[in-house]
Structure formats: structure tokens, C-alpha cells
């Protein structure tokens, strides 16, 4: 005969005020584990001690946001600053990224070992992020100025401990949430949603916004001050669930990095003028932070002896001591060689240079300068020694700027051009490595009037030795048959042409009328023999689908850094 069932036990009132324990739930009333009876709705105002009310999972929530919007602009800056040091965009993108992201695994492990309050661990832990990330781009800066071979090293260790900071902090979130019942359904959703969404927000704000209003460098500070805005909130926010005494040593920390990351984001232009003259081993007198890249221009020696030097993203773009030598290199061989000069096409060049030579001839008629970034064709109008060194081409009526890409003008448009001059930056990412490929060079011949000649600078066959010949074999591909041709320039060093056309060109031929003060015939002739060391070698042709050039431009540099 079954045994009568036992009546059940009233449910006790709420005494114990701990905060609940998840993991090991407390024991029924018979002394075995288990069901927690539910506790009873109550409104914000009478929630039990240890949980937590709405605004402090709002302040919360808004945290993760931030954190997460901050995380990301430190993978941004250090993406950009190393692509902007050292070139390969790709790869300084992809390190960055791949350590953030094993850095962040490994801090979510090592969430797991973290004890005592998590609200006084999260608060420490933004604290170390701001820290960190606030000053890591002057940090790389002055590593690469001051200790170039330890870069990548400093670079990795910015990396991992942003990243195992970051990877501390989700995990720390979510166990401060976790002791307001009401929200553990939702914890990890609610996280993970905000997170997504600073992501958002950092990663169109970084681009259109923080780059090129800030720079690199004070955008840093800034972000790590944003970091302790957060400190500030959460202190505020939960200043009776923090001891005191945690309490005050974080206001204090927090207070001193303030002055310290504020003060930096005030001297940001100062740093980078600082670090920028050291790398230069000049004075800069202009610094400016485009969209696209960064321009710097340095004013070197006295009275007539002066050397104006243009750097883009730190690549020298000429010096006003030497520059007559490449631009009458690149310009004045195709203009002699073409059949008719009336309309002539330069891709980038916005420094004027290259159209300054062009104007000398008779029967030109129209310039269109194509140059992506208008800060370079508004700093060679506008800058004292620059317009002086281009003597104002930019402004003759007959000069048409066009700010956009090189390959889809060449691409989209349908006008043909008797010369087209290729002044473009040496194909140090992707992005530039496709100006140097053979479907563009394809378009550029269909481009071409009838007889029209096309010259490239092509990088320098010394000290790129692969790079210069694969260009010359992507042109021989795209049949614009070339004739490769190199000169000395002091501030660049032995630096190579190639002059194509639509048929084979007789450059002995070559007859200069304009006044030059470099080129002559019998020095172009000298041009096209090269010496043993830097004569042709096998190279493969540059396509979109594989660009080798980048590769071995990025071998053939590397030996001399």
C-alpha cells in the first residue's frame, strides 16, 4: 500500500541576500539539490540586493558597445600606421587582424581564472585597454623612428594585449549581467548585439571620419580617451556595488591617464612632426592626414640652396634639387616620339611636375591630370615652394583635373589621348599593384590615338631589379612593345621608364626642341643600355588574378631595409 504523500513545504521568505550562484544552486528543503523557486517580480526600485537595476544594464550594454568600437579602431590604426611605415597593406592588415583575434580567444580563457568582484575586474580591465590603445600608436611610431628592427616586435605586443584585454571583457559583462535574473535569458543575445554594432559604427566612423578630421595618431589618444569614458560611467554607475576602496585607486588611475592620453590627443600634430623630422632628417613645414594617405613636406638648407622634398604615406615623391631629372625622363621621350601632341593624359603626377613639361611643347591643346587624392593637387596650388617648382601648371586653363581612380578612368571613358604619361606610386599594396598589370596596360593601349606613345615610370631596376623587368614584360604582354630606360636621380637613386606605343617606336629618332636641364639625345640613348647587375632577368607578367609584382617588389626592397 503506497505510503500517504508528504504535504509540501511552504516557500520561506528571501532572507539570504547573496547574489545567486548558478552554478551551484542552493540546497531544497529536504538537504538535496534542487529547483531555486523563482523569485517574486519586484520593481526596479525593490530589486533584491545583488542584482541589478535597468539603468545599470543599460550603462552596461553601452559599454559593450563602446568597447567594442574602440577594439576595432585599435585594429585600424595599427593596420593603417604599419601599412603607412612599411608598405604591403595586406599583409600588416592581416597580422593585425589574425593577432586581435587569437589575442581575444586567449583572453576569454583567461576570464575564466579571474575571481572576486567582475565589476571592479571590468573597470581595471578598460582602464588597461585605454592605456594600451590610447598611447600604441605613439608607441609604434617612436619604435619605428628611434628602433626600426625591434618594430614588429612592439607591434605584437600592442596587438596581443589589446586583444587578450579585449577578450577579457565580454566574458566579464556577461557574468556582471548574470545576476540580474531577469536578463539571463537574454544576456548573451543583448552582448553579442551591442558588440556587433560598435563594430559597425567603429569601422565606417574610422575611414570617413576619425582619419581624416584626426590622424593617426591623435585618433589613438582620443579612442583611449573614449575608453575612459566608460571607466568614468561604470564608476559612477556602480559606485555602491565597488568597494571604496577599489573604488578610489580606479578614479585615481583613471584621472592621471586622462591627463596624459588628453594631453596627447592636444600634442598629436607636435609627435608626429617630432617623429616625422627624425624619419625625414629634415624640418617638416607641412603635414596633413587625406582620406588616402598621409602628405608630408620638408624644407631642407638656406637662400638658394634650398631642397623642398614631397613624402606620400613616407615614399619620396621628388626633391626640388633633382626633380628636373626624372620628370624630363618621363615625360619628354614620349612627347618627341609622338606623332601629334594635342591631347595628353597624366595618371597621378598632382604635384604638377610632369604637366610643367608638358606645357613647354607647342600644339598642346588639353592636360587631363587624373589624381585620386585632391589634397596632392590642392597642396601643389596652394603650398609657396610647390607652385614655385611647378610654375603653376595646374592653374593654365588648358589643364583639366580629374580626382578619381586611375583604372576606372581608363576603363569608363572612351576619349583617346596622343600621350599618356604614367607617373603613379611604386606598386607597394594591391591596390597600386593593378596600375601596373597587364589588363591595364591593355586599356591604356586601346586608349591611345592613332601613333600615340604611352611612358611609365616603372620603380628602379637596382634595387627592384624582378619588379622593373616584370613591368616591362607586362607591357611587352598587353603589345604596347616597350623600350626600357633608366636614369640617376640622387634623392631616389638609379630609377627606370619604360616608352611604349601601339607599334614599335625609333627612339633614335629622339629630337628634344623644348629647353630641358638634363635631357639631351645622346642621353637618352645612354638611358637604354643597362649594366650587367641590373640587366634583364626573367620575370613573370603582373595580372590581376596574381599579382607577382608586389612580390617582387616587396623581395627586391627588403634587401635594402
Not at 583567461?110 to 590603445?133: K, M
Not at 567603429?202 to 589618444?221: C, D, I, Y
Not at 613573370?540 to 626592397?557: A, K
Amino acid at each position: 500500500m503506497r505510503s500517504p504523500r508528504r504535504p509540501r513545504d511552504p516557500v520561506p521568505p528571501v532572507t539570504d541576500t547573496r547574489p545567486l550562484d548558478l552554478a551551484h544552486p542552493p540546497p531544497s528543503g529536504d538537504g538535496h539539490q534542487g529547483d531555486v523557486p523563482a523569485p517574486p517580480v519586484l520593481a526596479d526600485g525593490d530589486r533584491q540586493p545583488g542584482e541589478l537595476s535597468d539603468g545599470q544594464v543599460r550603462v552596461l550594454l553601452a559599454s559593450v558597445l563602446v568597447v567594442a568600437a574602440c577594439g576595432l579602431l585599435y585594429e585600424l590604426i595599427v593596420g593603417t600606421l604599419s601599412s603607412y611605415l612599411l608598405g604591403n597593406s595586406t599583409l600588416h592588415f592581416s597580422l593585425t587582424i589574425a593577432g586581435f583575434m587569437s589575442a581575444m580567444g586567449l583572453g576569454s580563457l583567461l576570464s575564466r581564472r579571474i575571481h572576486g568582484d567582475p565589476l571592479a575586474w571590468f573597470v581595471g580591465v578598460e582602464l588597461a585597454v585605454g592605456a594600451v590603445g590610447g598611447g600604441g600608436a605613439a608607441l609604434l611610431y617612436a619604435a619605428y623612428t628611434y628602433t626600426p628592427p625591434v618594430y614588429h616586435a612592439a607591434m605584437a605586443a600592442v596587438v596581443l594585449a589589446i586583444g587578450i584585454l579585449i577578450g577579457l571583457e565580454i566574458p566579464l559583462v556577461a557574468r556582471i549581467l548574470d545576476r540580474a535574473g531577469r536578463h539571463r535569458r537574454d544576456t548573451v543575445a543583448n552582448v553579442l548585439a551591442v558588440d556587433y554594432v560598435g563594430a559597425l559604427v567603429a569601422g565606417l566612423a574610422f575611414p570617413f571620419l576619425l582619419l581624416p578630421t584626426l590622424g593617426v595618431l591623435r585618433t589613438s589618444f582620443v579612442t583611449g580617451a573614449v575608453n575612459l569614458a566608460v571607466v568614468a560611467a561604470c564608476l559612477w554607475a556602480f559606485r555602491r556595488e565597488i568597494r571604496r576602496r577599489a573604488r578610489r585607486g580606479l578614479s585615481a588611475t583613471a584621472a592621471a591617464l586622462a591627463v596624459v592620453l588628453v594631453g596627447g590627443a592636444g600634442g598629436a600634430a607636435w609627435l608626429a612632426s617630432t617623429f616625422e623630422a627624425k624619419l625625414y632628417r629634415a624640418p617638416v613645414v607641412y603635414a596633413e592626414q587625406s582620406p588616402y594617405q598621409r602628405l608630408v613636406v620638408t624644407r631642407s638648407g638656406r637662400g638658394g640652396d634650398t631642397d623642398t622634398r614631397l613624402f606620400l604615406n613616407g615614399a619620396l615623391q621628388f626633391s626640388t634639387r633633382d626633380e628636373h631629372r626624372y620628370h624630363e625622363m618621363l615625360v619628354h621621350p614620349a612627347m618627341a616620339l609622338a606623332p601629334s601632341r594635342a591631347t595628353v593624359l597624366v595618371l597621378g603626377g598632382g604635384d604638377g611636375m610632369a604637366v610643367r613639361e608638358v606645357l613647354k611643347w607647342p600644339g598642346v591643346r588639353s592636360v587631363t591630370l587624373v589624381d585620386l587624392d585632391p589634397a596632392v593637387t590642392r597642396l601643389a596650388q596652394t603650398h609657396p615652394a610647390l607652385v614655385q617648382a611647378n610654375r603653376q601648371s595646374l592653374a593654365d586653363p588648358r589643364v583639366t583635373l580629374r580626382h578619381e581612380d586611375a583604372y576606372r578612368f581608363i576603363e569608363s571613358g572612351t576619349d583617346l589621348f596622343d600621350v599618356i604619361l604614367v607617373d603613379l606610386p611604386d606598386p607597394n599594396h594591391e591596390s597600386l599593384s593593378k596600375l601596373y598589370s597587364r589588363p591595364f596596360y591593355e586599356l591604356l593601349r586601346a586608349r591611345l590615338a592613332a601613333g600615340g606613345t604611352v611612358a611609365a615610370q616603372s620603380t628602379s631596376p637596382y634595387f627592384a631589379r624582378e619588379a622593373f623587368w616584370s613591368i616591362v614584360a607586362t607591357a611587352e604582354a598587353a603589345d604596347l612593345h616597350p623600350v626600357p630606360y633608366h636614369v640617376w636621380v640622387p634623392s631616389f637613386g638609379d630609377w627606370g621608364f619604360f616608352l611604349g606605343s601601339t607599334h614599335a617606336v625609333r627612339p633614335e629618332r629622339l629630337a628634344v626642341p623644348v629647353e630641358t636641364r638634363f635631357l639631351t639625345p645622346d642621353q637618352f640613348r645612354t638611358a637604354q643600355l643597362f649594366d650587367a647587375d641590373v640587366s634583364r632577368v626573367p620575370a613573370e607578367v603582373n595580372t590581376l588574378d596574381d599579382p607577382v609584382l608586389l612580390r617582387y617588389y616587396e623581395h627586391g626592397w627588403a634587401r635594402w631595409q
